[in-house]
Protein backbone atom coordinates (compact mmCIF):
# COMPACT_ATOMS: atom_id res chain seq x y z
CA UNK A 1 0.00 0.00 0.00
CA UNK A 2 1.30 3.40 -0.94
CA UNK A 3 0.06 6.81 -1.09
CA UNK A 4 -0.66 8.27 -4.83
CA UNK A 5 -2.12 11.65 -3.93
CA UNK A 6 -2.48 12.90 -0.19
CA UNK A 7 -4.76 10.47 2.15
CA UNK A 8 -5.36 8.48 -0.99
CA UNK A 9 -3.28 5.04 -0.83
CA UNK A 10 -3.17 2.63 -3.48
CA UNK A 11 -3.52 -1.36 -2.63
CA UNK A 12 -0.96 -3.04 -3.74
CA UNK A 13 -2.55 -6.31 -5.67
CA UNK A 14 -2.31 -6.84 -9.34
CA UNK A 15 1.50 -6.44 -10.97
CA UNK A 16 1.19 -3.52 -13.66
CA UNK A 17 -1.41 -2.17 -12.23
CA UNK A 18 -4.30 -3.99 -13.57
CA UNK A 19 -6.60 -3.72 -10.96
CA UNK A 20 -6.42 -1.15 -8.89
CA UNK A 21 -8.04 -0.63 -4.70
CA UNK A 22 -7.84 2.83 -2.93
CA UNK A 23 -8.35 3.55 0.64
CA UNK A 24 -9.09 7.04 1.14
CA UNK A 25 -8.88 8.30 4.53
CA UNK A 26 -10.82 5.52 6.02
CA UNK A 27 -13.33 4.84 2.48
CA UNK A 28 -12.47 1.61 0.78
CA UNK A 29 -12.74 2.23 -2.86
CA UNK A 30 -13.38 -0.26 -4.77
CA UNK A 31 -12.50 -4.55 -4.14
CA UNK A 32 -11.24 -5.94 -7.23
CA UNK A 33 -12.75 -9.79 -8.13
CA UNK A 34 -13.71 -12.17 -5.26
CA UNK A 35 -10.22 -13.98 -5.74
CA UNK A 36 -8.55 -10.63 -4.16
CA UNK A 37 -11.11 -10.77 -0.80
CA UNK A 38 -7.56 -12.41 0.97
CA UNK A 39 -5.14 -10.32 -0.11
CA UNK A 40 -6.98 -7.08 0.22
CA UNK A 41 -8.05 -8.23 4.04
CA UNK A 42 -4.61 -8.84 4.98
CA UNK A 43 -3.26 -5.04 4.11
CA UNK A 44 -6.41 -4.00 5.67
CA UNK A 45 -5.80 -5.65 8.75
CA UNK A 46 -5.16 -3.04 11.78
CA UNK A 47 -7.02 -0.51 9.53
CA UNK A 48 -10.12 1.70 10.72
CA UNK A 49 -12.44 1.37 7.91
CA UNK A 50 -16.04 3.01 7.83
CA UNK A 51 -17.87 2.52 4.50
CA UNK A 52 -17.01 0.81 1.43
CA UNK A 53 -18.04 2.28 -1.64
CA UNK A 54 -18.13 1.58 -5.34
CA UNK A 55 -17.25 3.82 -8.63
CA UNK A 56 -18.88 1.00 -10.12
CA UNK A 57 -20.91 -3.11 -10.23
CA UNK A 58 -18.37 -5.21 -12.36
CA UNK A 59 -16.61 -8.39 -11.34
CA UNK A 60 -13.28 -6.65 -10.98
CA UNK A 61 -14.59 -3.42 -9.00
CA UNK A 62 -17.36 -5.70 -6.85
CA UNK A 63 -15.95 -9.08 -6.35
CA UNK A 64 -14.38 -8.85 -2.81
CA UNK A 65 -17.31 -6.24 -1.63
CA UNK A 66 -19.36 -8.96 0.29
CA UNK A 67 -16.05 -9.82 2.33
CA UNK A 68 -15.16 -6.72 3.22
CA UNK A 69 -18.28 -5.67 4.31
CA UNK A 70 -18.75 -8.27 6.37
CA UNK A 71 -15.25 -8.35 7.80
CA UNK A 72 -15.44 -4.62 8.94
CA UNK A 73 -19.00 -4.44 9.58
CA UNK A 74 -19.61 -1.57 7.40
CA UNK A 75 -21.81 -0.34 4.71
CA UNK A 76 -21.59 -0.75 1.22
CA UNK A 77 -22.72 2.52 -1.02
CA UNK A 78 -22.75 2.73 -4.89
CA UNK A 79 -24.85 4.55 -7.29
CA UNK A 80 -28.24 4.09 -7.52
CA UNK A 81 -28.60 2.51 -11.39
CA UNK A 82 -25.74 -0.07 -10.30
CA UNK A 83 -27.83 -0.95 -6.80
CA UNK A 84 -29.99 -3.80 -8.08
CA UNK A 85 -27.24 -5.80 -9.80
CA UNK A 86 -24.86 -5.81 -6.69
CA UNK A 87 -27.86 -6.54 -4.79
CA UNK A 88 -28.85 -9.12 -6.45
CA UNK A 89 -25.53 -10.37 -8.04
CA UNK A 90 -27.12 -10.22 -11.96
CA UNK A 91 -24.35 -8.54 -14.02
CA UNK A 92 -27.18 -9.13 -17.39
CA UNK A 93 -27.78 -5.17 -16.87
CA UNK A 94 -24.62 -4.23 -16.05
CA UNK A 95 -22.33 -5.48 -18.93
CA UNK A 96 -22.56 -6.56 -22.57
CA UNK A 97 -22.66 -10.45 -22.64
CA UNK A 98 -20.35 -12.27 -24.52
CA UNK A 99 -17.86 -14.93 -23.96
CA UNK A 100 -15.32 -13.25 -21.94
CA UNK A 101 -17.51 -11.64 -19.77
CA UNK A 102 -19.79 -15.02 -18.79
CA UNK A 103 -16.23 -16.31 -17.76
CA UNK A 104 -15.92 -13.28 -15.23
CA UNK A 105 -19.07 -14.19 -13.53
CA UNK A 106 -17.66 -17.49 -12.71
CA UNK A 107 -14.54 -16.40 -11.30
CA UNK A 108 -14.31 -12.80 -10.55
CA UNK A 109 -18.12 -11.80 -10.03
CA UNK A 110 -18.26 -11.08 -6.02
CA UNK A 111 -21.43 -12.37 -4.40
CA UNK A 112 -24.94 -10.31 -3.77
CA UNK A 113 -24.47 -7.53 -0.81
CA UNK A 114 -27.04 -5.25 0.27
CA UNK A 115 -26.35 -1.65 -0.78
CA UNK A 116 -27.34 0.25 2.72
CA UNK A 117 -27.61 3.88 0.09
CA UNK A 118 -27.05 4.84 -2.89
CA UNK A 119 -24.68 7.87 -3.76
CA UNK A 120 -25.66 10.70 -6.13
CA UNK A 121 -24.49 13.97 -7.95
CA UNK A 122 -23.10 16.37 -5.50
CA UNK A 123 -22.78 13.94 -2.32
CA UNK A 124 -19.57 13.86 -0.20
CA UNK A 125 -17.25 10.69 0.47
CA UNK A 126 -13.93 11.08 2.19
CA UNK A 127 -13.63 15.12 1.17
CA UNK A 128 -14.41 13.69 -2.75
CA UNK A 129 -17.28 14.99 -4.31
CA UNK A 130 -19.67 11.96 -6.23
CA UNK A 131 -20.06 12.91 -9.88
CA UNK A 132 -21.93 10.48 -11.67
CA UNK A 133 -20.51 9.25 -15.09
CA UNK A 134 -22.49 6.65 -16.69
CA UNK A 135 -21.49 4.69 -20.11
CA UNK A 136 -19.39 2.21 -18.67
CA UNK A 137 -22.41 0.80 -16.62
CA UNK A 138 -25.30 2.45 -15.65
CA UNK A 139 -24.45 3.52 -12.67
CA UNK A 140 -20.80 4.62 -12.88
CA UNK A 141 -19.63 7.24 -10.29
CA UNK A 142 -16.16 9.44 -10.71
CA UNK A 143 -14.83 11.06 -6.88
CA UNK A 144 -13.41 14.95 -7.30
CA UNK A 145 -11.36 16.44 -5.06
CA UNK A 146 -11.41 20.22 -6.23
CA UNK A 147 -8.58 21.13 -3.40
CA UNK A 148 -5.86 19.53 -5.27
CA UNK A 149 -7.96 18.27 -8.48
CA UNK A 150 -7.28 14.64 -7.18
CA UNK A 151 -9.72 12.69 -10.08
CA UNK A 152 -10.16 8.93 -8.99
CA UNK A 153 -12.92 8.16 -12.13
CA UNK A 154 -13.11 4.55 -12.16
CA UNK A 155 -13.38 3.13 -15.71
CA UNK A 156 -14.19 6.05 -17.35
CA UNK A 157 -10.50 5.83 -18.64
CA UNK A 158 -7.88 3.03 -18.21
CA UNK A 159 -4.14 3.98 -18.61
CA UNK A 160 -3.14 0.33 -19.37
CA UNK A 161 -3.08 -2.23 -22.49
CA UNK A 162 -4.98 -4.77 -21.36
CA UNK A 163 -3.26 -7.33 -24.16
CA UNK A 164 0.57 -5.98 -23.52
CA UNK A 165 -0.30 -4.21 -20.09
CA UNK A 166 2.46 -1.54 -21.14
CA UNK A 167 0.97 2.18 -20.00
CA UNK A 168 -1.41 3.48 -22.44
CA UNK A 169 -4.11 6.19 -21.62
CA UNK A 170 -7.51 5.12 -23.80
CA UNK A 171 -11.36 4.18 -23.53
CA UNK A 172 -12.03 1.07 -21.81
CA UNK A 173 -12.34 -2.09 -23.92
CA UNK A 174 -15.71 -1.85 -25.30
CA UNK A 175 -16.81 -5.64 -24.59
CA UNK A 176 -16.71 -4.07 -20.52
CA UNK A 177 -19.16 -0.81 -21.82
CA UNK A 178 -22.55 -0.72 -21.68
CA UNK A 179 -23.02 2.47 -23.83
CA UNK A 180 -19.93 3.74 -25.85
CA UNK A 181 -21.00 7.32 -26.58
CA UNK A 182 -22.69 8.12 -22.92
CA UNK A 183 -19.19 6.94 -21.58
CA UNK A 184 -17.37 9.22 -23.77
CA UNK A 185 -19.89 12.02 -22.66
CA UNK A 186 -18.47 11.33 -19.57
CA UNK A 187 -15.31 10.99 -20.48
CA UNK A 188 -15.75 15.10 -21.45
CA UNK A 189 -17.68 16.16 -18.76
CA UNK A 190 -15.03 14.96 -16.67
CA UNK A 191 -12.62 16.81 -18.21
CA UNK A 192 -14.44 19.74 -17.95
CA UNK A 193 -13.13 19.87 -14.11
CA UNK A 194 -9.45 20.17 -15.50
CA UNK A 195 -8.08 17.53 -13.04
CA UNK A 196 -4.52 16.95 -12.12
CA UNK A 197 -4.05 13.66 -10.80
CA UNK A 198 -6.27 10.94 -12.53
CA UNK A 199 -6.36 7.32 -11.05
CA UNK A 200 -7.65 4.77 -12.63
CA UNK A 201 -9.37 1.61 -11.87
CA UNK A 202 -7.11 0.33 -14.31
CA UNK A 203 -3.48 1.00 -14.84
CA UNK A 204 -0.73 3.63 -12.99
CA UNK A 205 -1.31 7.46 -11.82
CA UNK A 206 -1.76 10.10 -13.99
CA UNK A 207 0.17 13.32 -12.93
CA UNK A 208 -0.26 14.72 -16.44
CA UNK A 209 -3.87 16.39 -16.33
CA UNK A 210 -3.79 18.25 -19.54
CA UNK A 211 -2.96 14.73 -21.02
CA UNK A 212 -6.34 13.44 -19.94
CA UNK A 213 -8.31 16.69 -21.21
CA UNK A 214 -6.85 16.74 -24.59
CA UNK A 215 -7.69 12.72 -24.73
CA UNK A 216 -11.10 13.20 -23.89
CA UNK A 217 -12.12 16.15 -26.18
CA UNK A 218 -10.71 14.63 -28.52
CA UNK A 219 -13.25 11.13 -28.87
CA UNK A 220 -15.73 10.96 -31.26
CA UNK A 221 -19.31 12.81 -30.31
CA UNK A 222 -21.14 9.34 -30.92
Known amino acids: MYEVAPNVFLLNGTPNYLVNVYLVCDVLIDAGTKMAQRGLLRQLKGKRISKHVLTHVHPDHQGASKSICEGFS????????????MESGDMRGQIPRNLITQTQD???????????????????????????????????????????????????????????????????????TQDIPQNRASARKLADLHPQTILFGHGQPLYDGGRFVDWAYSLPAA
Open 74 to 85: IPLLCGESDAPA
Open 106 to 176: IFWTGPAHPVERTLHEGDLVAGFTVIETPGHSPGHLAYWRESDRTLILGDVAANIDFLTLKTRLGEPPTIF
